[in-house]
Protein backbone atom coordinates (compact mmCIF):
# COMPACT_ATOMS: atom_id res chain seq x y z
CA UNK A 1 0.00 0.00 0.00
CA UNK A 2 1.48 3.17 -0.60
CA UNK A 3 1.86 6.03 2.02
CA UNK A 4 -0.01 9.22 1.46
CA UNK A 5 2.01 12.04 1.30
CA UNK A 6 0.99 13.91 4.36
CA UNK A 7 1.74 10.76 6.17
CA UNK A 8 5.70 10.69 4.84
CA UNK A 9 5.78 14.35 5.35
CA UNK A 10 4.53 13.77 9.01
CA UNK A 11 6.57 11.28 9.79
CA UNK A 12 10.31 12.65 8.04
CA UNK A 13 9.70 15.82 10.24
CA UNK A 14 9.13 14.49 13.72
CA UNK A 15 12.44 11.82 12.59
CA UNK A 16 14.58 15.12 11.42
CA UNK A 17 13.02 17.09 14.65
CA UNK A 18 13.91 14.09 16.92
CA UNK A 19 17.58 14.53 15.95
CA UNK A 20 17.52 18.58 16.03
CA UNK A 21 16.93 19.74 12.63
CA UNK A 22 13.70 21.91 12.68
CA UNK A 23 12.39 22.67 9.63
CA UNK A 24 9.51 25.01 8.12
CA UNK A 25 6.31 24.26 6.17
CA UNK A 26 6.13 27.06 2.97
CA UNK A 27 2.37 27.61 2.78
CA UNK A 28 0.66 28.96 -0.47
CA UNK A 29 3.30 29.31 -2.54
CA UNK A 30 2.19 27.51 -5.86
CA UNK A 31 5.33 25.30 -7.17
CA UNK A 32 7.21 25.42 -4.09
CA UNK A 33 9.12 22.90 -2.20
CA UNK A 34 7.23 21.40 0.66
CA UNK A 35 9.49 22.38 3.86
CA UNK A 36 12.57 24.06 4.47
CA UNK A 37 14.80 22.11 6.89
CA UNK A 38 17.72 23.70 9.28
CA UNK A 39 20.98 22.14 9.16
CA UNK A 40 22.81 24.42 11.02
CA UNK A 41 25.80 26.79 9.97
CA UNK A 42 22.94 29.18 8.02
CA UNK A 43 22.46 26.04 5.63
CA UNK A 44 18.46 24.96 4.83
CA UNK A 45 17.91 22.21 2.55
CA UNK A 46 14.26 22.16 0.82
CA UNK A 47 12.34 18.94 0.43
CA UNK A 48 9.50 18.44 -1.81
CA UNK A 49 7.35 15.20 -0.62
CA UNK A 50 6.09 13.03 -2.98
CA UNK A 51 4.30 9.68 -3.79
CA UNK A 52 5.95 7.00 -4.28
CA UNK A 53 6.92 7.22 -7.72
CA UNK A 54 5.57 10.52 -8.25
CA UNK A 55 7.67 13.21 -9.93
CA UNK A 56 7.10 17.23 -9.63
CA UNK A 57 5.42 19.21 -12.17
CA UNK A 58 6.38 21.61 -14.68
CA UNK A 59 6.08 24.90 -12.27
CA UNK A 60 8.18 23.33 -9.31
CA UNK A 61 10.60 21.59 -11.75
CA UNK A 62 10.95 25.65 -12.22
CA UNK A 63 11.07 26.79 -8.68
CA UNK A 64 13.41 24.13 -7.89
CA UNK A 65 15.98 25.19 -10.72
CA UNK A 66 15.93 28.51 -9.30
CA UNK A 67 16.68 27.51 -5.91
CA UNK A 68 19.09 25.21 -7.11
CA UNK A 69 21.03 27.93 -9.34
CA UNK A 70 20.74 30.15 -6.15
CA UNK A 71 23.02 27.41 -4.67
CA UNK A 72 20.20 25.67 -2.30
CA UNK A 73 19.67 22.48 -1.99
CA UNK A 74 16.20 20.56 -3.00
CA UNK A 75 15.31 17.38 -2.76
CA UNK A 76 12.25 15.24 -3.82
CA UNK A 77 11.58 12.60 -1.39
CA UNK A 78 9.07 9.72 -1.72
CA UNK A 79 10.13 7.54 0.95
CA UNK A 80 11.79 8.17 4.80
CA UNK A 81 14.72 6.09 4.34
CA UNK A 82 16.11 8.39 1.36
CA UNK A 83 15.02 11.12 3.72
CA UNK A 84 16.97 9.84 6.34
CA UNK A 85 20.36 9.37 4.13
CA UNK A 86 19.98 12.36 2.74
CA UNK A 87 19.42 14.60 6.11
CA UNK A 88 22.41 12.07 7.77
CA UNK A 89 24.44 12.94 4.50
CA UNK A 90 24.03 16.56 4.98
CA UNK A 91 24.54 17.53 8.72
CA UNK A 92 26.95 19.67 9.20
Do not use: T
Request: charged share 30%.
Amino acid sequence: MQILESKLERDCVEWASSIGYPSFKIQKKKGWPDRGFLMGNERVIFVEFKRENEVPGELQDHIHKMLSDLDYEVWVIDNKEYFENVLLNNCP
